[in-house]
């Protein structure tokens, strides 16, 4: 969380979103779950495009 309280919402790179999902499906490989990595693709994917929207900028401005 910021000083101000509220948190952070700092851009969730592509990159960390891959990082995540690696890290993720390796989890369920290891807990041999590998029926829950479709799921985590979806989630990430889903991370990806919510991150993206415009709106995140209008909210991130408006916080000036």
């Not at 509220?6 to 919402?9: E, H, P």
């Given at each position: 969380m910021a000083e101000s309280g509220?948190?952070?919402?700092a851009p969730l790179s592509d990159q960390r979103v891959q990082d995540w999902l690696e890290a993720a499906e390796a989890d369920a490989d290891r807990r041999g779950l590998p029926e829950l990595k479709p799921a985590l693709r979806r989630i990430a994917q889903a991370?990806?495009?919510l991150r993206a929207a415009d709106w995140n900028n209008?909210?991130?401005s408006s916080e000036d």
């Open positions: 509220r948190c952070d919402l991370t990806a495009r209008l909210v991130l």
